[in-house]
């Protein structure tokens, strides 16, 4: 930034030099002197544009080759990089659709293999939830190391033909940065919890109730009964309400804090 004002500041000279050379008030003169002020402006605008450019349709194919496969297999598709909106770390992660052949082809060059979803190397591993960066109905995962150690994680859907990558340093399984920061660790459950309530209500697939829906507990205690109006999650026992009406749910459904959150084609459990 520091360089960009020196330009700004040597271009913006210049130009006055320029200008009380060209003594004639033309439309060149004005052309000329207000080309050398911006030259450093738009030098700086364009290679911020080329580097955005970059990161959005080249970088992720680089990350493939340097981290997968180089060349890139041709069944490759839909190559992009999860949002950190919804991969809450910043660690490197990209999705994309693949042949299942050329898929396995890249499990067994990279070693990675399959493990349980309680036995991935972080005991407190997000990729184990359905709802963190989800796939297609069951998944399968896979995890190993690369040469320098960093840990590798993919999220396979069970045709193995669409995967979720992750790459890991090796110093976060080192020295267990997952519980290092107690401020970070909770508002890495709150954005889990966040992606929970959206995940259920994609499941859901239809638009969820505005109206007020009336909770009351088994047995029947009005001391417990309340309004609920948020959408995401179905209540155990419920079923589908279109306006205002009792709803019985099981004791053991209110261990969650706060209300209970209902969609429209909620159906019994």
């Known amino acids: 930034m520091a360089f960009l004002f020196g330009a700004v500041a040597v271009s913006h000279l210049a130009a006055g030099i320029v200008g009380s050379l060209l003594l004639n008030r033309t439309w060149r003169r004005h052309t000329i002197v207000l080309s050398i002020a911006m030259l450093p402006a738009l030098l700086f605008s364009l290679s911020k544009l ?3 450019y970059y990161l959005r349709y080249q970088a992720v194919y680089d990350r493939f080759r340097d981290e997968l496969a180089n060349p890139i297999p041709n069944s490759v598709r839909k190559l992009e990089f ?23 082809s890249i499990i067994s060059s990279k070693e990675l293999n399959p493990v349980r979803p309680d036995d991935l190397l972080c005991p407190q591993d997000y990729f184990k939830y359905p709802y963190y960066l989800p796939v297609r109905g069951e998944f399968v995962l896979y995890q190993g190391h690369d040469k320098d150690g960093d840990v590798l994680t993919l ?3 069970e045709a193995h033909d669409h995967a979720v990558f992750r790459k890991e340093s090796e110093a976060y399984y080192r ?11 909770k508002m890495g459950q709150e954005d889990l919890e966040r992606l929970k309530r959206k995940w259920a ?6 638009p969820c109730l505005t109206t007020s829906v009336r909770l009351c ?9 309340g309004r609920m109006t948020r ?27 706060g209300p209970i959150p209902i969609c429209c084609n909620a159906s019994h459990y």
């Open 50 to 52: 080329r580097e955005a």
């Open 82 to 104: 999860n949002p950190i909106s919804e991969a809450i770390n910043a660690d490197l992660s990209f999705r994309f659709d693949i042949d299942p052949k050329d898929l396995r």
């Open 155 to 157: 999220k396979v859907t």
């Open 175 to 185: 020295y267990h940065y997952w519980d290092a920061n107690p401020t970070l660790v």
């Open 201 to 206: 209500g994609e499941q859901d697939g239809a």
């Open 217 to 225: 507990l088994t047995p029947s205690n009005t001391s417990h009964c």
């Open 231 to 257: 959408c995401g999650m179905r209540p155990l026992g419920a079923s589908c309400a279109n306006g205002t009406r009792d709803i019985t749910i099981p004791t053991s459904g209110l261990a969650a804090k």
